[in-house]
Nanobody, 125 residues
Framework: QVQLVESGGGLVQAGGSLRLSCAASGRTFSSYAMGWFRQAPGKEREFVAA????????YYADSVKGRFTISRDNAKNTVYLQMNSLKPEDTAVYYC??????????????????WGQGTQVTVSS
């Protein structure tokens, strides 16, 4: 069993930066691929970024590529999402997720094993 708790959300002006953190409980954190998703009001949850269990592979949605960076620290059971050059369209609730493989994280919501409760990110224009 893995529990995920996000933090770091907030209100920021366009062009600003935020760093989200996702702290995981459980001794098997390092065996999971991790990802970040987001959901804006009235829209479906969408993939943002993913990282393999070792941190050696990362993937990004085209909309955030070059602006967001995902990383993980297995010693601290934590995954991060550094968000730079934020835009109003990045406004959403951001969710941390864990799955068996990075392929699952990047291809299907149904394969996600664990979700966090979400943290709100609001970017003002």
């Amino acid at each position: 069993q893995v529990q995920l708790v996000e933090s770091g959300g907030g209100l920021v002006q366009a062009g600003g930066s935020l760093r989200l953190s996702c702290a995981a409980s459980g001794r098997t954190f390092s065996s999971y691929a991790m990802g970040w998703f987001r959901q804006a009001p009235g829209k479906e949850r969408e993939f943002v970024a993913a990282i393999s269990w070792s941190g050696g592979s990362t993937y990004y949605a085209d909309s955030v590529k070059g602006r967001f960076t995902i990383s993980r620290d297995n010693a601290k059971n934590t995954v991060y999402l550094q968000m730079n050059s934020l835009k109003p369209e990045d406004t959403a609730v951001y969710y941390c997720a864990a799955a068996d493989t990075i392929v699952v994280v990047t291809t299907t919501l149904k394969g996600i094993d664990y979700w966090g409760q979400g943290t709100q990110v609001t970017v003002s224009s």
